[in-house]
């Protein structure tokens, strides 16, 4: 047990509410405030995983979203969540968490024997080894997936909501550092809307881990508690706390989600409160404010257990009362580094503090860390860690001043801690979201944001590379007075005044020296996450990768779900040096959203279940629901599958139904059709150039069955449309094509032919359609109405008529999808239920039956009639499918493609060209999508002939039937054909599409 | 996640209410059936593929159902403005002489 508890006046942690968890199974005790990460490390807690290649044993070397190692599981069951990082997980009473990595154990894991031949597994090496044989693959993903990868996806539902919020405010600060803090209450005090956002439970940023920051002569943090009071005396500011800003888009649209109750015991969770919720937040300004991380230094062995930042070190000193170590040695090559050695003195711990500069830091500060029994090693770099599931200690190196070569050895030092400082790296991830770029400051070595920010961003604080306090608020009330003067609006405050000290110049160092060529002493890690050494860039440039971004893709740099936060700006360093290029034209990968991971169930909020899309039903669903109709989805409608009576099959049910309606008489729920009102002097001459057959000679009171192609030639509607008036049209579509056929009809008619006065109104929501189908349907109607004469001579196939049906106003239409004789009442869909009962009533001494899109489908098949989407695919011309009898080829106006009907491509003869199958045996029902050959012979490259469409027992015939697409079948009948279905191979002949009456008398009748 | 002014609402809205409908002014041949293969095919199929400024049209489909005329540039999503397609046009028409 090395590090330990200690009281800090600073802590955030209540020593009078202690908690208990457990992790891997074991019991521990922490504190509320504590982080998991905190909770471990004080419970000396050392092994959290082991790394994703090399099996490396690996803990805890971050505070926040940085950290790469500490990815754990968090709960089981619907609750899990895998992949959190433990820095980032409050602790609450009962938490319970496991490791995520270590195939078969954690203490012992199979890749850490690879690891031990690492050097034969430069990066590339999964691809480049397990490339071979196809067939060994299996056998590989089974171990590999196994062993890699990190925490299990859970599997079972998750019990908790999450919603969504959108917010339209003047300013949004991102961050709730001293900068943020200040640019919220400057933006607040002048009346702006104003939402201020931060990742963790409380504002105050690096305050909280830095014990000795003053502000306005008070301490930080006591400044900050002022600041958040004012903040939430004013009502056009809002506060939200756990809450990432994790996309910047275009039109300043910033994501973030809030963790509401995840810091909270599972059993104290409130039901009616999401677990998350995702914020769509659009700011007229936004003030980033993110701050800074600080990066470790590359040396040997640097990811070894026990081996943190500095600035974790420091924050798990002064935020959460943990000394890390007993013994802690600090590598550094800044002054800030040295506050964080004085804290860990002041708390007992023996520190011993190398910086690679050889004069160390100003003179006050080696004063004082002298003062505090810091012991001080300048111009010594570490070599190597020592040590193998925890930090043991270090060897040094005596560096050269300009820390680039080692001139000697050094002492070998023993430690129970050991923490750097490579310096800080600006958060400019939401900067750089949506096309801005960061540019490299040298003095303060990192990417930084120009201080101008960019259109509708400002930029405040660290993200600018000001690591002092004074002069970083001091450049956040220059820049967001600036915006204040923007929105009209007089800045009157003063700026917080805080002392920055004097400091010595940083040392550029990342790589530490260890005196040895790369990749010959202990492997230096970058990329924690992703097992990335500086030997594997200095590979990835020998392997002349030039681009940063390939660099990136070849070493897996920065792909992990720390997204390089800790291990970037290394990795591009060592690029730079290798290349023998300056970092500023090696420039950055990158940044993309997410800045931190963020959970399917936030993203989709509320669209889940039963909440995912919206469900149509027509005015008939309790009719069709208290008949026992299974219902299908076709678009966002629920229609009536089949209707099946006591233990019947789907077979049996559309059996039976299909007979009754051939019969005698079905009934069917055609509601669902779009039905499109278009009026207009010229709505005839717009049909005319809307679809592909002629509409000019079409009287009131008829019907036509039309075609509508796209440009190309190709099908991608059909519908029956009947003529009011000379001036009205009532139109349907397809059910799943209604709303595309209406802005269709409004593109043309808006960008093409504005001249032509019509306009079109969407009423299928408007009508209810009761279809009554079959030889017994006039008797039916005959019933119901008494002001149609519905003889065959009055009322022909193809015609409509107003009327009164049951005492409803109707508009009867008599035309049919199944071939028989049939009507379609439409009434005003308030009266449709009522309308469906009537015609059962009147129905049931002809055993009407009602019937559903399975035995639409299978009536309509029987007669060739097609289903655009099923049997048309895109790509299917009205020449294809046989119905050239509905092109007007004689039509003055040029329709929507009509020219391409005569492209070299539209008249080839090998075209697929839809034709009925009968299969020699007529049990088979073939699959659809099945592929037809034209021999038994399946030897590759198979000869691909088509494939079936639609395919259905057709009870009436006593056999199977099925419409298909075959290269020139329309010349082909009387050919048998191979289809390949269901695993067997089935000659079928090549007939018409039109099963039954092809003569088509039953309609007429 | 664009906002689209809608120029025949007045009214500043969210992408989801509208449908993205192509490049804009593009004329469609006035006599299709004199129109060579070549012709025709760059017709159907031939885009201009702007980097930068372009010209499309996007539909209030969700809201008045209106086509109209969006200048937006392809590399930095920024909407210049947007117009009814007849006022759109004479802007395109000055612009493409230009
Ligand atoms: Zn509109």
């Known amino acids: ?1005 | 996640m664009f906002q689209i002014h809608c120029p025949h609402c007045g009214a500043t809205r969210e992408e989801e209410e509208f449908s993205y409908a192509g490049e804009a002014y593009i004329a469609r041949p006035a006599k299709p059936e004199e129109a060579t293969e070549a012709e025709w095919g760059d017709y159907l199929f031939m885009r201009k593929n702007t980097r930068g400024w372009f010209w499309e049209q996007w539909q209030h489909t969700a809201g008045c159902r209106k086509v109209f005329a969006v200048k937006r540039n392809t590399v930095s999503y920024e909407i210049a403005g947007t117009w009814t397609l007849a006022e759109g046009k004479e802007l395109y028409l000055k612009e493409s002489e230009a």
């Open chain 1, 1 to 1005: 047990m090395s590090a330990y508890r200690v009281s800090r006046a600073s802590q955030r942690i209540n020593e009078k509410a202690p908690l208990t968890f457990r992790f891997d199974g074991k019991k521990y005790k922490g504190f509320a405030g504590d982080t998991l990460a905190s909770a471990l490390i004080a419970n000396g807690v050392k092994l959290i995983g082991r790394s994703f290649k090399y099996g490396r044993p690996r803990g805890i070397v971050g505070h926040g979203a940085e950290e790469p190692n500490a990815l754990i599981q968090l709960e089981t069951g619907g609750h899990t969540v895998p992949d959190l990082k433990a820095t980032q997980v409050e602790l609450y009473e009962g938490l319970s968490a496991t490791t995520t990595t270590g195939f078969p154990s954690l203490n012992f894991d199979l890749k850490g024997l690879a690891g031990q031949f690492s050097r034969f597994m430069p990066p590339g090496f999964y691809y480049k080894t397990f490339m071979g044989p196809a067939k060994a693959w299996p056998f590989y993903e089974e171990i590999i997936r196994k062993a890699a990868g990190y925490g299990r996806a859970p599997v079972d539902p998750d019990p908790e909501f999450y919603d969504h919020l959108h917010h339209h405010v003047d300013v949004l600060v991102v961050g709730g550092g001293a900068c943020g803090l200040w640019a919220a209450t400057l933006a607040g005090r002048a009346g702006l809307k104003t939402l201020l956002v931060d990742e963790q439970s409380e504002v105050g940023g690096w305050m909280l881990s830095d014990a000795r920051a003053v502000i306005d002569g008070k301490p930080a943090m006591k400044w900050v508690s002022e600041r958040l009071a004012e903040l939430k005396s004013l009502s056009n500011v809002t506060v939200l706390t756990r809450t990432t800003a994790f996309a910047h888009h275009e039109q300043n649209l910033v994501q973030a989600v809030e963790l509401v109750q995840d810091h909270l015991p599972i059993a104290q969770r409130v039901a009616t409160t999401p677990r998350q919720r995702l914020h769509k937040i659009r700011a007229h300004h936004v003030v980033l404010a993110s701050g800074a991380i600080e990066r470790p230094l590359v040396y040997g062995n640097n990811d070894r257990p026990g081996v943190l930042t500095a600035a974790a070190g420091q924050t798990y000193l002064n935020r959460y009362g943990v000394a890390v170590g007993r013994k802690v040695l600090l590598l550094t090559h800044n002054d800030a580094s040295y506050d964080t050695a004085l804290d860990l003195a002041e708390a007992g711990s023996r520190v011993t503090l190398i910086d690679t500069r050889q004069r160390g830091a100003a003179a006050w500060r080696l004063d004082a860390a002298k003062k505090a029994g810091v012991e001080l090693l300048l111009g010594y770099g570490i070599a190597e860690v020592q040590g193998g599931k925890a930090a043991s200690g270090a060897k040094l190196v005596k560096l050269d001043p300009s820390c680039l070569t080692v001139t000697g050895k050094g002492p070998t030092l023993s430690a129970d801690a050991i923490l750097s400082s490579g310096g800080l790296t600006s958060t400019v991830h939401l900067f750089c979201h949506n096309n801005g770029r960061p540019y490299w400051n040298e003095e303060r070595l990192s990417f930084v944001t120009p201080d101008e920010g960019r259109q509708g961003i400002s930029v405040a604080g660290a993200v600018t590379g000001r690591w002092g306090l004074g002069e970083a608020l001091a450049q956040t009330h220059a820049s967001v007075s600036a915006m204040l003067i923007g929105f009209g609006r007089n800045p009157s405050s003063t700026c917080p005044v805080s002392e920055d000290q004097d400091i010595q110049p940083t040392r550029r160092v990342f790589r530490v020296p260890d005196g040895k060529p790369e990749g010959h002493g202990a492997k230096a890690l970058v990329d924690f996450q992703n097992d990335v050494a500086a030997a594997d860039i200095h590979l990835a440039v020998r392997e002349n990768y030039r681009s940063i971004e390939h660099v990136k893709r070849y070493t897996a740099l920065g792909f992990g779900t720390d997204q390089g936060k800790l291990s970037n700006v290394n990795g591009f360093a060592i690029a730079a040096e290798a290349l023998g290029m300056p970092i500023s034209q090696v420039g950055t990968t990158t940044y993309r959203p997410a800045y931190t991971p963020v959970t399917f169930g936030a993203l989709a909020g509320s669209h889940v279940g039963d909440t995912f899309d919206p469900r149509r039903y027509t005015a008939m669903q309790s009719s069709h629901v208290s008949r026992g109709a299974l219902f299908e989805t076709v678009g966002q409608w629920m229609r009536p599958w089949y209707f099946p009576k006591g233990n019947e099959t789907m077979h049996q049910a559309v059996d039976r139904e299909c007979l009754a309606t051939r019969n005698s008489v079905g009934v069917m729920d055609a509601s669902t059709l779009g039905k499109i009102d278009i009026k207009g002097p010229d709505a005839r001459e717009f049909l005319n150039r809307i679809y592909s057959n002629a509409w000019s000679k079409l009287d009131p009171g008829k019907c036509r069955y039309g075609l509508m192609l796209d440009e190309n030639g190709m099908v991608m509607d059909d519908g029956v449309t009947a003529c009011v008036a000379d001036d009205h049209f009532y139109m349907t579509t397809t059910t799943g094509g209604a709303a595309r056929v209406l802005n269709w009809l409004e593109r043309w008619h808006q960008t093409e032919w504005p001249e032509l006065k019509v306009r079109f109104t969407s009423v299928t929501d408007h009508w209810s359609t009761t279809a009554v189908v079959g030889p017994k349907s006039r008797a039916v109607l005959k019933k119901l109405c008494g002001d149609i004469d519905l003889s065959a001579d009055a009322f022909k196939f193809m015609d409509w008529r107003d009327g009164t049906i049951a005492g409803v106003p109707a508009r009867v239409c008599r035309i049919s999808f199944s071939g028989e004789l049939a009507y379609e009442i439409n009434v005003d869909a308030c009266y449709g239920h009522y309308i469906w009962e009537q015609v059962m009533e009147a129905g049931k001494e002809f055993d009407i039956t009602p019937y559903g899109t399975e035995t639409m489908h299978v009536l309509r098949a029987e007669k060739g009639f097609i289903i655009v989407g099923q049997d048309s695919d895109g790509s299917m011309s009205p020449i294809d499918l046989n119905m050239a009898w509905a092109v007007g080829m004689k039509k003055p106006f040029s329709f929507l493609g009509k020219r391409s009907l005569s492209r070299s491509d539209t008249t080839r003869s090998d075209r697929k060209q839809l034709v009925g199958l009968y299969t020699e045996d007529p049990k088979v029902v073939l699959a659809e999508g099945a592929q037809i050959l034209s021999s038994r012979n399946t030897q590759a490259p198979a000869d691909m002939q088509g494939h079936v469409t639609s395919s259905y027992h057709s009870a009436f015939l006593g056999r199977s039937i099925a419409m298909a697409v075959v290269k020139g079948g329309l010349k082909r009948e009387g050919d048998t054909v191979y289809v390949w279905a269901h695993g067997k191979m089935h000659p079928a002949k090549v007939v018409s599409s039109v099963f039954v009456d092809q003569e088509g008398v039953r309609q007429h009748g």
